[in-house]
């Protein structure tokens, strides 16, 4: 690993990222950076502009598939900016776009803040939540939001979007297409609640999500959004595909929905797993599944 400092920027160069998403598998960065506030993250997205390099940011990826090539231009990865404020009367947060759902689920539970117990088992940052538009069950972090801080890396203006000028969607927000990238959110959660109780329901609904989920092994998730009034991971479970590999990639016995990194799986293996479980379910049920997974590094979109 070289670490290089050029303008007062600090990365790195040729960073393999399977370290950086959850399902362990990615290609190299040319260049790589973990800001460590909001100024840092600024000047990095400021830098690969003026010197034209491509820059994609990237959160805890927990979402992402990335293919295993080298990818031109400046990663970011958003974990280490961590920062976040309480305004513990009127329910107000202000995180960084690193701050981890787990961490402000805990966080809010500790606090007397009610409205986020069901982040804990998220293990994505508020950035990536917000641009995936995450949730669980009827509840997404966008019920929270007030507003976001962001950069056009296109014209490098920094501004606050309220959130009812964002037009958020079932797993999706205009994040996924625009040249913006969040650097803080503004949220707002119920004040005063009994803290005793929200720490028992944040650690119950961990407990049921991790014995639901496959969590002890690499993964990014679900892979599929669930098509309308239909479960993706029941669609899958019903065409008997639970525990089909290809390579080291294989569809959860667990959860339908699901694909685990048994060790050394490839992004190719991952690809096309996920190809023949859409041809399958096209097939045999007439649905198109759509990955919910951003995809890094394919034509593939
Ligand atoms: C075990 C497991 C369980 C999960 N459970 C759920 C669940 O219950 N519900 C759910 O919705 N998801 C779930 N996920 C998926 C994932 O955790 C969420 O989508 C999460 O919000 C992604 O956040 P991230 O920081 O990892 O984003 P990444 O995966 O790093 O990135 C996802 C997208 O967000 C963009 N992005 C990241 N940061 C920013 C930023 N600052 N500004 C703009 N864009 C940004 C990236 O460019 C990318 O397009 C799960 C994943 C795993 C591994």
Redesign the pocket.
């Known amino acids: 690993m070289n670490n290089k400092s050029m303008e007062n920027i600090n990365f790195c160069e040729n960073i393999n990222l399977s370290n950086y998403t959850?399902i362990k598998v990615g290609g190299c960065a040319e260049y790589f950076s973990k800001p460590i506030n909001k100024n840092e993250f600024i000047n990095l997205i400021k830098w690969s502009h003026l010197n034209n390099q491509e820059c994609?940011?990237?959160?805890?990826?927990?979402?992402?598939l990335i293919n295993n090539i080298f990818l031109r231009g400046l990663t970011i990865c958003?974990k280490t900016m961590k920062s976040i404020k309480l305004d513990c009367n009127k329910g107000i947060v202000e995180a960084e776009?690193g701050v981890m759902l787990p961490t402000l689920s805990n966080i809010l539970a500790k606090n007397g803040l009610k409205g986020g117990e069901w982040t804990v088992?998220?293990?994505?940052?508020v950035?990536?939540?917000i641009?995936?538009n995450?949730?669980?069950e009827n509840l997404s972090l966008a019920q929270n939001l007030l507003s976001v801080q962001v950069i056009d890396t296109k014209t490098l203006e920094i501004y606050e979007i309220q959130k009812k000028d964002i037009d958020f969607q079932y797993?999706f927000s205009p994040?996924?297409q625009n040249n913006l990238?969040?650097i803080t959110a503004k949220l707002l959660f119920e004040p005063k609640g009994n803290i005793k109780q929200l720490l028992e329901t944040t650690k119950r609904n961990l407990k049921k999500k991790t014995d639901s989920?496959p969590?002890d092994l690499p993964?990014?998730?679900?892979v599929f959004k669930n098509p309308t009034n239909n479960y993706a991971g029941k669609l899958i479970e019903e065409l008997g595909l639970k525990g089909f590999k290809i390579g080291d990639a294989e569809i959860s016995t667990l959860h339908g929905n699901f694909i685990v990194n048994n060790s050394s799986a490839s992004s190719q293996d991952i690809l096309e797993l996920i190809t023949v479980i859409q041809q399958k379910v096209l097939q045999k049920k007439g649905i198109f599944l759509q990955p919910e997974v951003?995809m890094i590094g394919f034509d593939y979109a």
Not at 56 to 64: E, Q
Not at 219 to 222: A, I
């Open positions: 959850t994609r940011v990237i959160g805890a990826g927990s979402n992402l958003t776009a088992g998220i293990p994505g940052t950035g990536g939540a641009c995936m995450a949730g669980s797993r994040f996924q990238q969040i989920q969590y993964s990014f998730g679900s951003r």
